[in-house]
Antibody, heavy 118, light 113 residues
Framework: EVLLVESGGGLVQPGGSLRLSCAASGFTFSTYEMNWVRQAPGKGPEWVSYIGSSGSTIYKDSVKGRFTISRDNAKNSLYLQMNSLRVEDTAVYFC????????????WGQGTRVTVSS | DIVMTQSPDFLAVSLGERATINCKSSQSVLYSSNNKNYLAWYQQKSGQPPKLLIYWASTRESGVPDRFSGSGSGTDFALTISSLQAEDVAVYYCQQYYSTPRTFGQGTKLEIK
């Protein structure tokens, strides 16, 4: 069974930092492309960042230079380092697996909540 | 960025009746070289993450009941539930994967009338 379990969310002041983690199991993590997708309260999902199986990365414009996605294939884990956090970064952050054959998000974790507030 | 716009925002349908949700993209998501529409639908129940229902605009994900169907091409798409069941109460999102950034619609909340 594919499982994705996020952790690391919490309450942080504007300008602060958080590091999110996603523990993957039930599939060969190293061969899959992974993503972070966030969802602000009452809004639709919003893609944030992508990392390929080889480590290539892509970011949403509004997080470039502030967020860093990474992976540790030996630990079957995905990370998102978030610096210079803004109020508008407040959301539930999901890790999501890209399908093997189709570029959709075929499995999602339960999410971790990030609240940026003073 | 491709903007995805869904209609309606809210939909109330009686049990056993048909429900149709529409999605319009700001530019075509049909890739001419393979004639595929890069459009997916997700279902999100309260307190849960989104669940993939349909991709390539009309291909059901494994395990998705056949009362769910997708249609459309180019810029106009629809998700139809042929006979609404109580467990279908959720918010539904369309998403394009034609270009980066991948973008989602604002969602359609489906309730029982």
């Amino acid at each position: 069974e594919v499982l994705l379990v996020e952790s690391g969310g919490g309450l942080v002041q504007p300008g602060g930092s958080l590091r999110l983690s996603c523990a993957a199991s039930g599939f060969t993590f190293s061969t899959y492309e992974m993503n972070w997708v966030r969802q602000a309260p009452g809004k639709g999902p919003e893609w944030v960042s992508y990392i390929g199986s080889s480590g290539s990365t892509i970011y949403k414009d509004s997080v470039k230079g502030r967020f860093t996605i990474s992976r540790d294939n030996a630990k079957n884990s995905l990370y998102l380092q978030m610096n210079s956090l803004r109020v508008e970064d407040t959301a539930v952050y999901f890790c999501a697996r890209r399908g093997a054959a189709v570029a959709v998000y075929d499995y999602w974790g339960q999410g971790t909540r990030v609240t940026v507030s003073s | 960025d491709i903007v995805m716009t869904q209609s309606p925002d809210f939909l109330a349908v009686s049990l056993g009746e048909r429900a149709t949700i529409n999605c319009k993209s700001s530019q075509s998501v049909l890739y001419s070289s393979n004639n595929k529409n890069y459009l997916a639908w997700y279902q999100q129940k309260s307190g849960q993450p989104p669940k993939l229902l349909i991709y390539w605009a009309s291909t059901r994900e494994s395990g998705v009941p056949d009362r769910f169907s997708g249609s459309g091409s180019g810029t106009d798409f629809a998700l139809t539930i042929s006979s609404l069941q109580a467990e279908d109460v959720a918010v539904y999102y369309c998403q394009q994967y034609y270009s980066t950034p991948r973008t989602f619609g604002q969602g359609t909340k489906l309730e029982i009338k």
